[in-house]
């Protein structure tokens, strides 16, 4: 079954703080992964899509990253702000009809002043 | 216009009563998905069109759901006779590029449906 499993469920930082989200799939045939922002009350918003031949890709203070060997990414966030809180939501796009994404359940993350 | 936007934003039904949720599309968006979102999880799909051809529904729970494309632009989620199962918030997202693998979807802010 393609599923998509993200890790923390939820994280608390301080402002100005690094984190790192994780996200394992097992989905196949495998097509790109997405990284989303999702704030409250708000659909989710992109910010990053990686094929299985790119293994990181940066959007600001975003960095993805992408293991295709391992079925393994991860989402780190540098100098957090208090607009980073949102949930993060790990999406990747099955080959075959690549228009399909499996979205994972999203990490909460809250940054504290 | 700019962006996706859908209505309403929230809405309060009784169990049994017909729902219709619409959708305006990023003007000149070939592709059109809908997406059921539980509290607490990610967004799960429920059906893609192609201009106003439904491509797949494969993932509308029931036969209670029914979503069409008229004219190729906006769209309408019908969900008949409501069940309390049916509360989530429901997401549309268009794109412009027919399927392809690296289609970018453009999501709307939701209709949160609650079902009493």
């Known amino acids: 079954k393609n599923q998509v499993e993200q890790s923390p469920q939820s994280l608390i930082i301080l402002e100005g703080k690094n984190c790192t989200l994780q996200c394992n799939y097992t989905v196949s045939p495998f097509s790109n992964l997405r990284w989303y922002k999702q704030d409250t009350g708000r659909g989710p918003v992109s910010l990053t899509i990686m094929t299985f031949s790119e293994n990181t890709k940066s959007n600001g203070r975003y960095t993805a990253t992408l293991d295709a060997d391992t079925k393994q990414s991860s989402l780190h966030i540098t100098a957090s702000q208090l607009s980073d809180s949102a949930s993060y939501i790990c999406?990747?796009?099955?080959?075959?009809?690549?228009?399909?994404?499996?979205f994972g359940s999203g990490t909460r993350l809250l940054v504290r002043p | 216009g700019a962006g996706v936007s859908q209505s309403p934003r929230y809405k309060v039904a009784k169990r049994g009563q017909d729902v219709a949720l619409r959708c305006d599309p990023i003007s000149g968006h070939v592709s059109l998905f809908w997406y059921q979102q539980a509290l607490g999880q990610g967004p799960e799909f429920l059906t893609y069109f192609q201009n106003e051809a439904q491509l797949d529904k494969s993932g509308l729970p029931s036969d209670r759901f029914f979503a069409e494309r008229p004219e190729g632009s906006v769209s309408t989620l019908k969900i008949q006779r409501t069940q309390q199962e049916d509360s989530a918030v429901y997401l549309c997202a268009s794109s412009s590029s027919i399927g392809g693998s690296y289609n970018e979807q453009f999501f709307g802010p939701g209709t949160r449906l609650t079902v009493l």
């Open positions: 999406v990747v796009s099955v080959g075959d009809s690549s228009y399909k994404l499996i």
